[in-house]
């Protein structure tokens, strides 16, 4: 069994040796000048792959997410998302400090509402009111569960936004789970939406990187915003090659990540103690809660922690374990031997 197995997020992957191998070949250029043939082939490719005309390079995903709302809105404009999403819990407050933007929160199903929640929220213009501007999905939904937005949810929900005249953005940090474990095809989850972006530090296991594609004027302005911002780099086409090896490598493969996700949820089932939705596991992102009186998520994880388990406590009862590259069926097999042995304790 291996000493120390990490579920904590599908960030903690590091680069693989033949990653590393393509990384330190990779043909490089200054970046921001436009003349790393990596980083332009890895654009081309992104673009083609979410079905826009254009593809733009930058360092993170929540950099993709602050840029399309600082590029699609003004600042007063009034964003609509769902309450669990990334853009309100984890960016430090980007909406309102860079794109001046107020987010209503939408109390959707596991991270996904729907257009007729979206229709109770639109409201004509109005001058006192706040300009509303934008509607924003997370697919998958990351505090939803990694639930997987159903196309068609999705292409009701922009043509609402569309109908009301407001744009459509997507924070695809994990759409290709979405897209391997559902068989729809990233362009077709994106099409109805002005900009999308992919996360390269997730589950395909680079050391940075995200691809936001758009139109070419949504772009164009977006490419203003990374250099105003600073995200441009030099030779980052080291990190671009290893992207573009994670498109070839490491995407089929997620379905290994959700059925260890699926087995371990099931193993959790089987624990006294502990409560699961088995049917809301449908990709990576496996969340479940403490029952028992006298301990809570963060004890819990303080203990699988002491034998050799890290997984996250997300709020009082709620654990969050993330499965990934560097975590195989003998991870999760050490995952749950530790997690009975500490409820039996
Ligand atoms: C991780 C994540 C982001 C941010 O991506 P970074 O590359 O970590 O900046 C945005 N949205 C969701 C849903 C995420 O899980």
């Not at 790393?36 to 979410?50: I, K, Q």
């Not at 900009?195 to 203003?224: C, M, N, Q, Y």
């Amino acid at each position: 069994m291996p000493e120390f197995v990490d579920f904590f997020s599908d960030t903690k992957t590091r680069p693989t040796t033949a990653m590393r191998a393509v990384m330190a070949s990779a043909e490089v250029g200054d970046e921001r000048a436009g003349e790393d043939p990596s980083v332009n082939r890895l654009v081309a490719r992104c673009a083609e792959l979410l079905g826009k005309p254009a593809a733009l390079y930058l360092p993170s995903g929540t950099m993709c997410n602050e840029i399309a709302l600082a590029v699609h809105c003004r600042p007063g404009d009034e964003v609509i998302c769902d309450r669990t999403s990334h853009l309100i819990g984890f960016e430090g407050g980007g909406p309102a400090a860079l794109a001046g933007v107020m987010l209503t929160p939408l109390a959707g199903d596991r991270g996904r509402f729907d257009a007729a929640q979206l229709g109770a929220v639109l409201r004509p213009d109005r001058p006192y009111a706040p300009r509303q501007r934008l509607v924003e999905v997370e697919q998958t939904a990351n505090l939803g569960g990694g639930t997987i937005w159903p196309l068609m949810q999705l292409q009701a929900v922009a043509a609402a936004a569309r109908a009301h005249g407001l744009v459509t953005h997507m924070d695809g940090a994990r759409l290709l789970n979405a897209v391997v474990a559902s068989g729809v095809a990233a362009a077709d989850y994106a099409r109805d939406f002005d900009s999308v972006w992919i996360d390269f530090s997730k589950g395909l296991g680079t050391p940075g990187g995200a691809v936001l594609a758009g139109s070419a004027d949504f772009i164009h302005e977006a490419t203003r915003l990374k250099l105003r911002w600073g995200g441009a780099m030099r030779q980052s086409g080291i990190i671009a090659a290893a992207c573009d090896y994670a498109l070839d490598h490491h995407v089929e493969r997620l379905a290994d990540d959700h059925a260890n996700a699926a087995a371990l949820a099931r193993g959790i089932a089987a624990i006294d103690g502990l409560a699961i939705d088995l049917a809301g596991v449908e990709t990576n992102l496996v969340y479940f809660d403490v029952l028992r009186d006298g301990l809570d998520a963060p004890q819990l994880c303080a203990a699988l922690l002491a034998r050799g388990v890290r997984m996250g406590e997300m709020g009082a009862r709620t654990v969050r374990a993330v499965t990934h590259l560097d975590v195989d069926s003998a991870a999760v097999e050490k995952a749950l031997a530790a997690l009975r042995a500490e409820m039996a304790v």
